[in-house]
């Protein structure tokens, strides 16, 4: 059935192809059911859903999730009910605990990035990973599939290095310190990240306060082939296409299966051409990797997997038990991080961290000898070197390189949590951070989020200041300071825990 074309002003986060009742009944397409489109040679899929107000008989609606399908308005467009993909039965395969081939596991990432499956599918894979996740050999063919079925980068500049934290840290800029450290080097580092998730800051909203973020690949290779470096936006490229369809519905379910998360970041460290990668996997109470026997086997699962796809791949477990450096939140980040490159000092947490990783990148790539690696990070760092090439990095992706930590503006509505009593602190809750850090209005409100004035270990006295929220608006102060006040992120103990009297 030819129907007119015309694209909605709807944004449901998928593909959904809208049919009035009647031409429905003629096709016999039913809700939900996978709608082929044929628009002279080209081929496209979606979900159907019937609408007799937004399309007339004769007409079809398609979501904005079709932009960048080249559709015009008013075009002629053959709507077909589809037949259900081989690639279902390789998902009830899964789900009942077999084992994947890699043809079947490339069917399957196929037809998630043509849209051939929908998310009701998508969430029975998801699902049966979960439950019986991947061997290595699934993995593998899994991450070659993720990434070749997206834009892949080559970069004349060898050789490529790259580092990846798996996150669940507050305040975790290191890697904007890591890669002017590594590109000052002569190393070359492009280095995509994401924007937060359920964190309050991505490597990505912090760079954003600084320069642009969002570049095509031809952009980030002539910008990486002119200053060995770059900090941008993985989600506004081409790569690994399935990996983005996926996540939402890991959110959605709150599951994150570990084969997945493997693929998900190493098909787009295959895809960026990295040689020699880094995976950071910070662990303690609060992040997602709680124990040393969790991060261990982690990193085994990492580097076999790297060796599979002729990467070289090293492991950093750090520690991952309280914030890095004193602030959380893109702004608040962007002011620390810069005071940081432009002194060549700054919190302990955030140096070490920082030169430790670019340390052992430096010993990777050969321009360190071995167990010399930290020490020259750190001599980058505090001869200037790391915040000229920073300067670099911010120009070409134009932004002011000449831009001061107090240019960058914060939420000026502001209110400081205090000791109640003296004593040490003994604890500080990671996810109570990041969650008053949100409520604020991070990463949205670029200049929203935390400055935290205690770290574990210190003593303080009644009245100490604890930690400043920061915020763009006073409603969304309030709803911060609630929240901190119920979460009680800090705690303060003094010496004697407990009293225990006879019985």
């Not at 009944?25 to 080209?42: F, M, N, S, W, Y």
């Not at 490597?203 to 770059?230: P, W, Y």
Request: hydrophobic fraction near 40%; aromatic fraction near 4%; charged fraction near 25%.
């Amino acid at each position: 059935m030819k129907l007119k074309g015309k694209i909605l002003d709807v944004s449901p986060g998928k593909r959904l192809v809208f049919v009035n009742p009647e031409d429905a009944e003629k096709a016999k397409i039913h809700p939900t059911d996978l709608v082929k489109l044929e628009i002279g040679k080209r081929v496209l899929y979606g979900e159907a859903a019937i609408d007799s107000i937004n399309v007339q008989p004769g007409e079809v609606g398609l979501s904005r999730e079709f932009y960048g399908t080249n559709l015009s308005q008013g075009e002629l467009i053959e709507v077909l009910p589809a037949p259900t993909p081989e690639s279902v039965r390789y998902i009830k395969k899964k789900m009942h605990g077999e084992k994947l081939k890699k043809v079947e596991i490339e069917s399957i990432i196929k037809d998630i990035v043509d849209r051939k499956l929908r998310d009701v599918e998508i969430s029975a894979f998801v699902t049966a990973l979960e439950i019986h996740d991947l061997d290595m050999d699934e993995t593998a063919s899994l991450t070659m599939a993720m990434a070749e079925t997206g834009d892949m980068l080559d970069i004349d500049r060898k050789p490529i290095m790259d580092v990846h934290s798996i996150g669940g840290v507050p305040g975790n800029k290191t890697n904007m310190i890591v890669v002017p450290i590594v590109a000052a080097a002569g190393l070359t580092i492009p280095k995509t990240s994401s924007r937060a998730i359920t964190s309050a800051a991505g490597t990505a909203d912090v760079m954003e306060v600084l320069a642009n973020v969002s570049f095509s690949l031809d952009e980030i290779k002539r910008i990486v082939e002119k200053v060995g470096g770059c900090l941008v936006w993985g989600g506004a490229l081409n790569l690994a296409p399935a990996d983005d369809l996926t996540i939402h519905v890991e959110r959605a379910l709150s599951v994150d299966p570990t084969g997945l998360m493997l693929a998900s970041i190493m098909s787009k460290k295959y895809a960026m051409g990295a040689q020699y990668v880094l995976i950071d996997i910070p662990t303690g109470k609060g992040v997602k990797v709680e124990t040393m026997e969790e991060a261990r086997f982690l990193a085994k699962s990492f580097i076999e997997l790297g060796k599979r796809l002729g990467q070289y791949v090293e492991v950093a477990i750090t520690y991952g038990g309280q914030p890095v450096g004193h602030t959380v939140g893109p702004a608040l980040e962007a002011r620390e991080l810069m005071e940081t490159l432009i002194s060549g000092k700054g919190p302990g947490s955030l140096v070490e961290k920082a030169t430790g990783l670019a340390g052992i990148l430096l010993e990777m790539g050969g321009v360190a000898p071995a167990g010399m690696g930290k020490k020259m990070a750190r001599e980058i760092l505090e001869s200037g070197r790391a915040y000229e090439k920073m300067k670099e990095i911010i120009e070409a992706q134009g932004g002011n390189p000449e831009v001061k930590p107090e240019d960058i503006p914060i939420g000026d509505k502001t209110y400081t949590f205090h000791a109640p009593a003296s004593g040490y602190v003994t604890g500080i809750n990671n996810r109570a951070i990041t969650a008053i850090a949100r409520q604020a209005g991070a990463p949205e409100d670029k200049g929203a989020g935390l400055r935290l004035y205690v770290k574990v270990g210190e003593k303080v006295k009644e009245g100490d200041p604890l930690f400043t929220i920061h915020a763009e608006s006073e409603a969304r102060l309030d709803q911060a300071i609630v929240l901190a006040r119920r979460m009680d992120p800090i705690r303060i103990e003094g010496m004697v825990l407990q009293r225990v009297g006879n019985i």
